[in-house]
């Protein structure tokens, strides 16, 4: 991998969504208003934004970027892109590592937006450090981007890749520990949920907003990252020039 080449292409992939200015509102501003409408939804029901707000925070970032990355991956192949690039000395991890830098900014600023969204504007109670929750948000939303990278490279159009939001978010939704403790499910559903990277984030968020700290808290992130890593080198191995 050549560091050079590698922001190159974030460098590019920035400008190009500057751009696109639908793009930028749907990261940045999209799950802050998603999270304003939860709490406006149950503002009247005392505590019920304080026990989901936490793991919402964790859970909007993570679809969005899933979304735009999947689909804007797809759209590189799908016209031509990345086969010309690919003629170039650039190779597939300075490509998914350029696309991984460029949005990782963009989920930065993204949490950054939505945490202060929700804890100075929503009210939401954090008892831990604030600091933490917008970190552990940032992660969530890179893995999103990790995980839709990977997904575009199975996908042959912009409909396709939506589709693997069935298979690769929802599940970790019903079964990342949202709705109910992982612990209170069925065994088979809790060895299930071992496996899925957005349990250990909405673990880590909990852990926050409770005031834990150590190993309750850096322990599941660790996890998260390892998720994020292991999908960002998968998604280099599979990636290809174009779409047939």
């Known amino acids: 991998m050549n560091a050079t080449l590698t922001f190159a292409t974030a460098g590019r992939v920035l400008r190009q969504l500057s751009h696109d ?6 990261m940045l501003v999209a799950p802050s208003l998603l ?16 026990i989901y707000g936490g793991p919402i925070l964790g859970l909007f970032p993570f679809i ?41 900014l963009m989920a930065t600023l993204q949490a950054t937006i939505t945490v202060t969204f929700a804890v100075w504007v929503c009210g939401l109670d954090v008892k831990g450090e604030v600091w933490q929750l917008g970190l552990v948000a940032i992660v969530d939303a890179i893995l999103g981007t990790a995980l839709g990278l990977l997904a575009s490279a199975f996908a042959r159009t912009e409909f396709q890749a939506v589709q693997f939001m069935p298979l690769i978010v929802f599940p970790q939704i019903l079964l990342g520990g949202l709705f109910m403790p992982r612990d209170q499910m069925p065994e088979a559903l809790y060895t299930i949920s071992k496996f899925l990277p957005l349990s250990y984030a909405i673990d880590t968020i909990n852990a926050v907003t409770a005031g834990d700290d150590g190993w309750e808290v850096w322990g599941p992130l ?8 292991g999908a960002l080198i998968l998604a280099s191995l599979t990636l290809r020039r174009r779409t047939p």
């Open 64 to 104: 969005v970027m899933f979304l735009i990355t999947s689909i804007t991956t797809l759209r590189e192949r799908r016209s031509g892109t990345l086969e010309r690039l690919m003629t170039t000395p650039i190779g597939k991890a300075d490509f998914i590592v350029g696309y991984g830098l460029a949005f990782g």
């Open 21 to 26: 200015p639908r793009s930028i509102v749907l």
């Open 222 to 229: 660790l996890v998260v990252v390892a998720f994020a890593v």
């Open 35 to 50: 999270v304003g409408l939860f709490a406006w939804l149950f503002s009247e029901q005392e505590g019920v934004f304080n």
